[in-house]
């Protein structure tokens, strides 16, 4: 393998072992990499596995040809790296070993020696000259252990990278990189992403043109790939669009509810659905996959008053690794006290960042009607977006896109000349900054327009999200030309005359009308900005806070019925007549939807 015409490789497949570090299937082998610079200096990089003390020594002595090596660079103390350290030792006495204090203290451990009398301890940023090049040390520490170090070659522009960027797989296998460096990475430093992030965030300044990891190929081309797959793994975030269903079956009535799922998903348009029974397929396998997708689905049954143990067994995986940022549904199967869901909801409670869909599927013993329901409403759960990002498949003409827009809510007010008037309006958005111009829509039935139109001012008081109900009740839903919002409300004007509200606002803008639209059911006024405070720095109460946080949950009490989703209103009737206004917040039907 060509790396350098002064950079060797001298590591060692391995094809005999079963388990890498006692629990990973390799059916592809592993590869101990190792390798020497030959420059005025002689240095090598790691030693490898016991089992391959002669052949890497056979490769190394090749290489030196006649030469002797002037430094041992350790990089990570694992035995399958740090196995030949002594050997090595033995036979190169004049030569120097270099490492992080904590490899020394191991060293120690392992063989009985730190090496004094010819050690080189290095730390971050710690250079040293070979002759034409010098390198230079950078800690790393978690990736995988915490004594290891990364080695920056800045001549031939090569990081040498310890276990990070490394792979299952002997270096002959015909395999993708990506399926095995995931699991890999998941399985050995997935708990890590915060120092894997640090290291990354260290080697965002260097030049690096060739990574020479400790396991699988030297990495030389399309670099970029790899530091984003590992930017995207270590920040727990989604890298390939798809659901994972992990499921664990004992008389195949829960498997049989998963290949319904698993149809259903596909049918569905989701672009990958990758299923694994956990007793009989690789764990780290679906481990890596749960942390691939960006949805997982866990099927189980109830057992001995918990849950099967190889899910249990999948879950604390996925703990230790600090599974986050995930949508999980859960389908439980139990023939008495079935309480699988709930010890699954409890198990990932401390996982920062999980979303449990709506719909948990519960069967009693096998499939039957209602479980069959349960599983189609995942299904349309689950893959929502896919379907709405299908041309064949979408609602193209779904209003409710609209109520994503993000509004803030305010409260305009006027004067008639004789009384203050206030107003509730979402309907406020700055159009130009050079010179200020502001947009407010109101609709014409509302007093509001009326007086503005004559006045041609207002004050824009941007609400923030301290302001209670009772303010939405006071100033919208009733009209101003009945009766007075500002009764038992200090009084408080701005330059213009106006009125602006002592409490719950974090700003407000007095407005010169400079244009008006007519759209309609509402009238568009185009401002100019006369004034402009900042009152505090609470945040500006948005409609989605309002919706989630302000406005009282409606409760139907077994009651079928509409409620106003503006203001809360309750409309009681099978059927809501598509003209209906509600008698509150004056919004149309469109606002309003089914009482749950
Ligand atoms: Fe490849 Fe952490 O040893």
């Known amino acids: 393998?060509?790396?350098?015409?002064?950079?060797?490789?001298?590591?060692?497949?391995?094809?005999?072992?079963?388990?890498?570090?006692?629990?990973?299937?390799?059916?592809?082998?592993?590869?101990?990499?190792?390798?020497?610079?030959?420059?005025?200096?002689?240095?090598?990089?790691?030693?490898?596995?016991?089992?391959?003390?002669?052949?890497?020594?056979?490769?190394?002595?090749?290489?030196?040809?006649?030469?002797?090596?002037?430094?041992?660079?350790?990089?990570?103390?694992?035995?399958?790296?740090?196995?030949?350290?002594?050997?090595?030792?033995?036979?190169?006495?004049?030569?120097?070993?270099?490492?992080?204090?904590?490899?020394?203290?191991?060293?120690?451990?392992?063989?009985?020696?730190?090496?004094?009398?010819?050690?080189?301890?290095?730390?971050?940023?710690?250079?040293?000259?070979?002759?034409?090049?010098?390198?230079?040390?950078?800690?790393?520490?978690?990736?995988?252990?915490?004594?290891?170090?990364?080695?920056?070659?800045?001549?031939?522009?090569?990081?040498?990278?310890?276990?990070?960027?490394?792979?299952?797989?002997?270096?002959?296998?015909?395999?993708?990189?990506?399926?095995?460096?995931?699991?890999?990475?998941?399985?050995?430093?997935?708990?890590?992403?915060?120092?894997?992030?640090?290291?990354?965030?260290?080697?965002?300044?260097?030049?690096?043109?060739?990574?020479?990891?400790?396991?699988?190929?030297?990495?030389?081309?399309?670099?970029?790939?790899?530091?984003?797959?590992?930017?995207?793994?270590?920040?727990?975030?989604?890298?390939?669009?798809?659901?994972?269903?992990?499921?664990?079956?004992?008389?195949?009535?829960?498997?049989?509810?998963?290949?319904?799922?698993?149809?259903?998903?596909?049918?569905?348009?989701?672009?990958?659905?990758?299923?694994?029974?956990?007793?009989?397929?690789?764990m780290a396998e679906a481990v890596e996959d749960a942390f691939r997708y960006g949805k997982v689905v866990l099927a189980t049954t109830t057992y001995n008053a918990d849950i099967f143990p190889f899910m249990r067994t999948f879950i604390d995986h996925l703990k230790e690794r600090n599974f986050s940022n995930r949508t999980v549904a859960l389908i439980e199967n139990g023939s008495w006290a079935p309480q699988a869901a709930k010890v699954m909801k409890e198990?990932?409670?401390?996982?920062?960042?999980?979303?449990?869909?709506?719909?948990?599927?519960?069967?009693k013993s096998a499939l039957g009607e209602e479980s069959k329901n349960q599983i189609m409403s995942l299904a349309d759960e689950l893959c929502q977006e896919y379907e709405a990002q299908r041309a064949d498949t979408a609602n193209k003409n779904d209003l409710k896109a609209l109520f994503n827009i993000g509004y803030g809510l305010y409260v305009v007010t006027s004067n008639d000349g004789v009384k203050d008037n206030g107003l509730i309006v979402n309907t406020v958005s700055q159009l130009t900054s050079s010179p200020n111009r502001v947009a407010v829509a109101i609709n014409k039935d509302n007093y509001s327009h009326h007086v503005i139109r004559q006045t041609g001012i207002m004050n824009v008081n941007c609400l923030s999200t301290e302001a209670p109900f009772s303010v939405f009740q006071n100033y919208g839903f009733r009209s101003g030309r009945s009766v007075d919002k500002f009764e038992g409300v200090a009084e408080l004007r701005s330059d213009n005359g106006l009125r602006f509200l002592p409490q719950y606002i974090n700003s407000f803008m007095s407005l010169k009308v400079e244009q008006y639209i007519d759209m309609g059911t509402h009238g568009l006024f185009i401002c100019s900005v006369t004034e402009a405070r900042v009152i505090s720095k609470a945040e500006t109460m948005t409609y989605t806070y309002y919706q989630n946080n302000v406005k009282p949950k409606p409760e139907a009490d077994g009651k079928k019925g509409f409620v106003c989703k503006v203001c809360g209103y309750v409309y009681e009737g099978d059927e809501l007549p598509e003209d209906f206004v509600c008698p509150l917040c004056k919004h149309g039907a469109a606002d309003f939807e089914p009482l749950k």
């Open 1 to 282: 393998m060509y790396i350098s015409d002064t950079i060797k490789y001298i590591g060692v497949n391995d094809r005999k072992i079963d388990l890498f570090e006692g629990q990973y299937a390799v059916p592809n082998g592993m590869a101990y990499n190792s390798y020497v610079i030959m420059d005025e200096k002689v240095a090598v990089f790691d030693t490898v596995d016991r089992n391959f003390s002669h052949e890497w020594l056979d490769n190394l002595q090749k290489t030196l040809a006649g030469r002797r090596p002037d430094y041992l660079i350790v990089s990570h103390m694992e035995p399958d790296h740090s196995a030949n350290i002594a050997a090595f030792a033995n036979l190169f006495p004049d030569a120097k070993i270099v490492a992080s204090l904590k490899a020394f203290a191991m060293m120690q451990n392992f063989f009985g020696t730190d090496f004094q009398d010819r050690r080189v301890v290095v730390g971050e940023g710690d250079t040293l000259s070979l002759g034409a090049r010098e390198l230079s040390f950078h800690t790393a520490p978690m990736v995988h252990w915490p004594e290891v170090i990364m080695t920056y070659d800045s001549k031939d522009k090569v990081l040498f990278s310890a276990d990070a960027f490394g792979k299952f797989g002997a270096l002959d296998a015909d395999e993708d990189w990506a399926c095995e460096a995931r699991r890999y990475y998941f399985g050995i430093v997935g708990k890590y992403g915060a120092q894997v992030q640090a290291v990354l965030k260290k080697l965002a300044g260097a030049d690096v043109k060739t990574i020479c990891p400790l396991h699988g190929p030297v990495l030389a081309e399309n670099l970029d790939y790899y530091l984003r797959l590992y930017g995207i793994w270590s920040s727990y975030g989604i890298e390939t669009e798809g659901i994972l269903i992990a499921y664990t079956s004992v008389y195949g009535n829960t498997k049989k509810a998963v290949d319904l799922l698993a149809d259903k998903l596909k049918e569905k348009g989701c672009p990958k659905v990758s299923v694994t029974d956990l007793a009989r397929d690789d």
């Open 347 to 363: 198990l990932l409670s401390t996982c920062k960042n999980i979303k449990f869909t709506d719909t948990t599927v519960h069967i």
